[in-house]
């Protein structure tokens, strides 16, 4: 139940120029849980599991990883699902200087496959049936910023 209400409210609060869009959601979260009578043990579950959806450290558990992976699906969705992503996300970042975009990018791309060791996540997954395998268009995409 808790994986469930974590990816509804994972990205409920989402502000692109916005740095704590996750911390907001989780809050938000918790408070609600928790007027719906949900107990406190729960709500926090629920608030942790979307703090997770930050990707600025390693995920710790299964209910977590499997959340982190359906949240960083989208790279492993074929090139083309991928590149109009990519393409997509470039039109809400659409008042960024490329330049500053591009660093952006690189960085977020950089969390995603290095600093969150997405790729030994997705063989992780794959072995308990589950993962995500990180195309390698991601990578050139880096390469490309």
């Not at 949240?71 to 200087?97: H, Q, W």
């Amino acid at each position: 139940m808790e994986v469930a209400l974590a990816l509804w409210f994972h990205d409920a609060i989402y502000e692109p120029a916005g740095a704590d869009s996750e911390l907001q959601s989780a809050a938000w979260a918790a408070r609600a849980l928790a007027k719906a009578g949900v107990s406190s043990e729960v709500a926090q579950r629920v608030y942790d599991l979307v703090m997770a959806t930050r990707h600025q450290a390693s995920v710790e558990g299964l209910d977590a990883q499997l959340l982190v992976d359906v949240d960083l699906a989208i790279l492993g969705s074929p090139e083309a699902r991928f590149l109009a992503y990519d393409s997509d996300i470039r039109k809400e970042f659409a008042r960024v200087a490329e330049a500053r975009y591009r660093a952006g990018r690189r960085d977020v791309f950089s969390r995603f496959l290095l600093a969150r060791g997405a790729r030994r996540r997705a063989a992780a997954g794959r072995e308990l049936g589950g993962g995500v395998a990180i195309g390698p268009h991601v990578a050139a995409a880096r390469t490309r910023l």
